[in-house]
């Protein structure tokens, strides 16, 4: 069955201090890894999508990473507008679009 | 271009009463997905439409229900409602193309039953 974990639940930052968001995984055949960000009262917006260990993707102040096991959110210099929940979500190669999420990391940046 | 639109955005139902929730996807979208969100369970996958079909289901007893439109347009129902139904709804749009799992997620439709 597959299982996707993200750590830690919670993650309280200083404005500019940078830190990373973990997400294992468990999946028979991976299709494709991705993030979104969850703004309270809101959709999931998509950040990412990762298809290959060694593969990383970057956007203004989130770089994402991909082994064989996980996926790594490095968040670098980060402000308070970042605080969000982060999601992660692998997709099967046998699953169709069907994309199974972790239970998120919230992340809060205070000034 | 307008976004992934859902209706109603809130509603209150009672056990046993059925519930239809509405999703019009962006404009050239024709898969539509929909996932329940808890805080105890997090995002989980319903279903997914595309041409009219399911082409996808998750794991969710056969009270949830969907369909999807010629226009792409997609309704999901739940009957004999229970209190484990209270949950954020949420329709995801996308274009179904290659391994993109980019999904365009409306803002949802928050369900309590009492």
């Given at each position: ?49 990762l ?9 203004e ?16 210099a ?34 | ?27 050239g ?81 928050r369900?309590?039953?009492?």
């Amino acid at each position: 069955e597959d299982q996707v974990t993200q750590s830690p639940e919670a993650l309280r930052l200083q404005e500019g201090e940078s830190s990373s968001l973990n997400c294992s995984y468990t999946v028979s055949g991976l299709r494709g890894l991705f993030w979104y960000r969850q703004d309270p009262g809101k959709g999931p917006e998509f950040l990412f999508t990762l298809y290959s260990a060694g593969e990383e993707k970057e956007k203004e102040r989130l770089k994402a990473t991909l082994t064989k096991k996980e996926s790594f959110l490095h968040i670098t210099a980060p402000k308070p507008e970042d605080s969000a929940t982060y999601l992660c979500a692998v997709q099967r190669s046998n699953s169709g679009y069907a994309l199974n999420f972790g239970k998120g990391t919230s992340l809060l940046v205070t000034p | 271009k307008a976004g992934v639109t859902q209706t109603p955005r809130y509603l209150i139902k009672t056990r046993g009463q059925q519930v239809t929730l509405s999703c019009s996807p962006i404009s050239g979208h024709r898969s539509v997905s929909w996932y329940q969100q808890t805080p105890g369970q997090g995002l989980q996958f319903l279903f997914e439409y595309f041409s009219e079909t399911q082409r996808n289901k998750g794991n969710f007893p056969g009270r949830f229900s969907g369909r999807q439109f010629s226009n792409s347009r997609s309704e999901m129902n739940v009957s004999t409602l229970e209190l484990g139904d209270s949950a954020l709804y949420l329709c995801a749009s996308s274009l179904r193309t290659g391994n993109s799992g980019e999904l365009f997620f409306g803002e949802g439709s928050r369900l309590t039953v009492l």
